[in-house]
């Protein structure tokens, strides 16, 4: 058997089906009655004596019934053909429609089934209801909206049933899809901060000059943050990502946010950065997932800010109103102009001279930021003057 | 008269011929090339060939006849 159909990589066959039986025998009976049309004719005129005598004689009636007989043969034959090689074929990826028209006119159409916008299924008329077959449109998306219209198909309201299920199917495996490729963004976003981190702990090692108890203390603190950055990633792996955070735990924003301030105040005066964190009286404390807040959203939104500031000040504001959290930090820094603030929360949303700054800039940062603050039912936005004018990032996230 | 009717039948039962013979090739080239299942392009051909062959022979014989 010679193969009809290429399928794709991971294409799988669901359902294959022709036209309705009765399309066929529609057609086959048209044809059948014009095959009696010539003998009731010849019967007829034969009977009022208009037939020369020359076509009575059995040689010629046997030559031109067998001639007659043989061209309605070949008809029933294409028809024949025509409806066995029309097909429909519905795989997990695609609609394939195969029509086969007369025999020199083929065609065979695709539908993508992450492009179908919508199905339709008709039955037209009584006999359609009775013998339940139909027509199918389907609309699909494109530069130009398409329909496509298959006709008598055989219980159209299952077919459309079993291409709605390859839609949701399609659309379910795209959207996981997106996270995996989001959740891998983040964890390369995570690994490249901490290499880069240790990276600069050894080139101050190699600089020398560092005495005993400095550099113990430095090997100590880079333990600590790999230890919490293997740590972050397993919990980011383990499915707690900025698209399905449990809000379960009491976070105390304040303490974060001073701990992560202690952390990075020294490598900020070592660039000459000041950074400095203003806090309110009132309590900072959040329900969340601790984990995520500290390391996808307040230290990506720190080391952004020392990172892109050459020289100058980092400052941290952070109150609450009873209602929500603020945290603000404003940097002096190469600032956001107003094309790259348009991208700036989108995955891969790279500044136009973010790489001359922040070589390891990977684009996902703010990103998952902003993905791990909605989760929390909370909001993210910037500001800026504009290039050179420094930017500063506000973070909003209800009370416990 | 009967002599060119007799060349008539010979001239057509040859089209008809020719032409059942060009309708078999497209027929058995669509069956064998795009259908899917083998023993169904089988048999339609076998079955297709065994008629059409019987009326051309019945043509074929019917000339020969006029022609005695």
């Known amino acids: 058997m010679k193969k009809a159909l290429s399928l794709l990589p991971g294409e799988t066959i669901v359902l294959v089906f022709r036209k309705h039986w009765i399309m066929l025998f529609f057609d086959t009976i048209g044809t059948v009655v014009t095959l009696f049309i010539p003998f009731v004719a010849f019967f007829v005129l034969s009977h009022l004596g208009y037939v020369p005598e020359f076509l009575q004689r059995v040689e010629i009636l046997t030559f031109t019934s067998s001639l007659w007989l043989l061209l309605v043969w070949c008809t029933l034959a294409v028809l024949w053909t025509d409806y066995y090689l029309d097909i429909w074929i519905i795989t997990n990826t695609r609609v394939i429609t195969i029509a086969q028209i007369d025999l020199f006119n083929r065609s065979v159409s695709n539908w993508g089934v992450d492009r179908i916008q919508e199905i339709t299924a008709h039955h037209e008329n009584i006999v359609q209801t009775f013998f339940n077959y139909g027509t199918l449109r389907i609309l699909t998306a494109g530069p130009s909206d398409e329909y496509g219209t298959a006709r008598g198909v055989p219980n159209p309201d299952h077919v459309r049933t079993v291409i709605m299920e390859q839609i949701n199917h399609a659309g379910k495996l795209t959207q996981i899809n997106n996270q995996q490729q989001e959740l891998l963004h983040t964890v390369n976003h995570e690994v490249k901060s901490y290499l880069t981190r240790d990276a600069a702990a050894l080139a101050a090692i190699a600089e020398g000059g560092i005495d005993n108890r400095s550099l113990r203390n430095l090997a100590e603190r880079a333990l600590k943050e790999t230890r919490s950055g293997v740590a972050a990633l397993i919990h980011l792996l383990n499915g707690a990502t900025s698209t399905a955070t449990a809000l379960i735990d009491t976070v105390d924003i304040k303490t974060m946010v001073d701990e992560l301030v202690q952390q990075y105040s020294e490598s900020a005066s070592k660039k000459g950065v000041t950074l400095k964190l203003l806090t309110g009286n009132s309590p900072c404390v959040v329900r969340g997932d601790a984990v995520a807040l500290r390391d996808l959203v307040f230290k990506n939104l720190i080391d952004n800010a020392i990172r892109y500031t050459p020289q100058g000040n980092v400052l941290i504001s952070l109150a609450a109103d009873g209602k929500d959290v603020h945290f603000s930090i404003e940097d002096s820094g190469v600032g956001i102009s107003p094309r790259d603030m348009e991208k700036l929360f989108t995955p891969g949303g790279h500044g136009e001279h973010s790489k001359d700054v922040n070589p390891e800039s990977t684009g996902y940062g703010l990103s998952s930021a902003k993905s791990a603050v909605e989760a929390h039912n909370g909001r993210i936005w910037a500001k800026s003057e504009g290039p050179e004018h420094g930017a500063t990032f506000f973070v909003e996230l209800p009370v416990a | ?68």
Do not use: D, K, Q
């Open chain 2, 1 to 68: 008269m009967t002599e060119t009717i007799s060349i008539a039948l010979w001239i057509m039962a040859m089209a008809a011929s020719v032409f059942v013979a060009i309708v078999g090739v497209m027929l058995g080239y669509h069956w064998i090339r795009f259908a899917m299942n083998s023993y169904v392009t089988t048999i339609a051909l076998i079955v297709f060939c065994f008629v059409a062959l019987v009326l051309l022979v019945a043509m074929f014989s019917a000339a020969f006849s006029y022609s005695l």
